[in-house]
């Protein structure tokens, strides 16, 4: 599995829809996608992360791959959805794969998650489709605290970190299980200029950050670069400029010991799950009365 996947591995959601709270331009065009996964694979980047709920993602990516003779040359992670708690729970798993395949255009899907972190019990079914030859690895996609120990028995996993999360710094570095780092720039607020962090916690942090010296977008990339075990880091990028930046980071070193203990002494210890999980900020807003 360590050859399968890419340093860097490109998350997709904006190709389908409008994500993210640092988000200014929207979906990319048609045309645009195409430009970034041609960049992609020029330089090295061979993995993709998708899900049947990322609006048209799956399809965009399908008739992409298809139309620049790249099909089959990415390695791609899908999701299933939410499974049924009545009916027939396998055929559902089956039939969600092989939807997938079809708007991708592929014959086998790399990696399946189940995304909704407490589907996570069912990880035997998603094993049953490995043994029968559909998926390659079987995981779950990790969310909350509340599911920290999630996923004991999978092949990989899909989980948040980044500087100033660590709830599951503990799934690194285990042997033959692969993580799927999404998250690396906190759904953009480690690079969105600072009176727009509706957070103080995270502004206070960001600004200490800074005072390292290190671009923000450098620091959080090298520094997750150097997590223990395999591990490829999602980065979703919405135009060519930002997969370059994110392609000249990757040539570089991880970040030093030293310059990981510099970063720590900012970071640690972490912060509410609240503040770090996007999942959480519209309850967030609530409570703290921010449109």
Same mark, same amino acid.
């Given at each position: 599995?360590?050859?399968?996947?890419?340093?860097?591995?490109?998350?997709?959601?904006?190709?389908?829809?409008? &994500?993210?709270?640092? =988000?200014?331009?929207?979906?990319?065009? &048609?045309?645009?996608?195409?430009?970034?996964?041609?960049?992609?694979?020029?330089?090295?980047?061979?993995?993709?992360?998708?899900?049947?709920? &990322? %609006?048209?993602?799956?399809?965009? !990516? %399908?008739?992409?791959?298809?139309?620049?003779?790249?099909?089959?040359?990415?390695?791609?992670?899908?999701?299933? +959805?939410?499974?049924?708690?009545? $009916?027939?729970?396998?055929?559902?798993?089956? @039939?969600?794969?092989?939807?997938?395949?079809?708007?991708?255009?592929?014959?086998?899907?790399? %990696?399946?998650?189940?995304?909704?972190?407490?589907?996570?019990?069912?990880? *035997?079914?998603?094993?049953?489709?490995?043994?029968?030859?559909?998926?390659?690895?079987?995981?779950?996609?990790?969310?909350?605290?509340?599911?920290?120990?999630?996923?004991?028995?999978?092949?990989?996993?899909?989980? +948040?970190?980044?500087?100033? *999360?660590?709830?599951?710094?503990?799934?690194?570095?285990?042997? $033959?299980?692969?993580?799927?780092?999404? $998250?690396?720039?906190?759904?953009?607020?480690?690079?969105?200029?600072?009176?727009?962090?509706?957070?103080?916690?995270?502004?206070?942090?960001?600004?200490?950050? @800074?005072?390292?010296?290190?671009?923000?977008?450098?620091?959080?990339?090298?520094?997750?670069?150097?997590?223990?075990?395999? =591990?490829? !880091?999602?980065?979703?990028?919405?135009?060519?400029?930002?997969?370059? @930046? =994110? !392609?000249? !980071?990757a040539r570089m070193a991880p970040l030093s010991q030293s310059e990981i203990?510099?970063? @720590?002494?900012?970071?640690?210890?972490?912060?509410?799950?609240?503040?770090?999980?996007?999942?959480?900020?519209?309850?967030?807003?609530?409570?703290?009365?921010?449109?």
């Amino acid at each position: 599995m360590t050859a399968m996947f890419s340093k860097v591995m490109l998350g997709t959601v904006q190709f389908g829809m409008k &994500y993210g709270v640092a =988000n200014t331009s929207g979906k990319p065009s &048609y045309e645009a996608v195409r430009g970034i996964l041609k960049e992609a694979f020029d330089n090295g980047i061979t993995a993709l992360d998708t899900a049947p709920e &990322y %609006g048209d993602s799956e399809d965009v !990516i %399908g008739r992409a791959l298809a139309e620049l003779g790249l099909a089959g040359r990415f390695r791609i992670v899908t999701k299933i +959805p939410m499974l049924p708690q009545e $009916g027939d729970q396998e055929s559902f798993i089956r @039939e969600s794969l092989q939807s997938s395949m079809k708007r991708l255009g592929v014959e086998v899907i790399d %990696g399946a998650l189940f995304h909704k972190e407490s589907d996570g019990v069912r990880l *035997d079914l998603l094993k049953k489709m490995k043994d029968e030859g559909l998926i390659r690895c079987a995981g779950v996609s990790l969310n909350t605290l509340a599911c920290r120990d999630g996923g004991q028995d999978a092949d990989c996993l899909q989980v +948040p970190c980044n500087m100033l *999360d660590h709830r599951f710094d503990h799934c690194f570095g285990k042997a $033959g299980r692969h993580c799927f780092v999404r $998250g690396a720039y906190l759904q953009g607020m480690l690079l969105m200029p600072e009176e727009k962090i509706f957070i103080p916690e995270i502004r206070e942090k960001r600004r200490r950050l @800074e005072a390292l010296g290190m671009p923000m977008a450098e620091l959080s990339l090298r520094y997750l670069f150097a997590k223990p075990g395999e =591990n490829s !880091i999602l980065t979703g990028v919405e135009n060519l400029d930002q997969l370059r @930046e =994110n !392609i000249r !980071i990757a040539r570089m070193a991880p970040l030093s010991q030293s310059e990981i203990a510099e970063v @720590e002494k900012i970071v640690l210890p972490p912060l509410d799950e609240m503040l770090v999980s996007p999942w959480m900020w519209k309850k967030y807003r609530e409570l703290h009365h921010i449109v």
